[in-house]
């Protein structure tokens, strides 16, 4: 049975950071991913990375946050620099076989 367990969300000022981890077991991960829900709006794709390496970004977080993964640990991480706080919300790690697994989530919440 295929578990994601994120960690590391929290409060932060504006142009803070915060790291976000997702611990993944009982599957195996060929993508792994972060998406964000904030109040009122649809989750949205975030940051992906591939178990060869290979990355992807939204616009918005470019430059700013970092995606990257463990392949031994099966766990994947979410380095987010200069934030904003249109960043705020529930972060969400996806996985999975077929990339259909989600997390609980962890809130993130940047003040201004």
């Known amino acids: 049975q295929v578990r994601l367990v994120e960690s590391g969300g929290g409060l932060v000022q504006a142009g803070g950071s915060l790291r976000l981890s997702c611990a993944a077991s009982?599957?195996?991960?060929?993508?792994m991913g972060w998406y964000r829900q904030a109040p009122g709006k649809q989750r949205e794709f975030v940051a992906t990375?591939?178990?060869?390496?290979?990355?992807n970004y939204r616009d918005s977080v470019k430059g700013r946050f970092t995606i990257s993964r463990d392949n031994a640990k099966t766990t994947v991480y979410l380095q987010m620099n200069s934030l904003k706080p249109e960043d705020t919300g529930v972060y969400y790690c996806?996985?999975?076989?077929?990339?259909?697994?989600w997390g609980q989530g962890t809130q993130v919440t940047v003040s201004s």
């Open positions: 990375v591939f178990s060869g390496g290979t990355t």
């Open positions: 996806r996985g999975g076989p077929l990339y259909t697994d």
């Open positions: 009982g599957g195996i991960f060929p993508v």
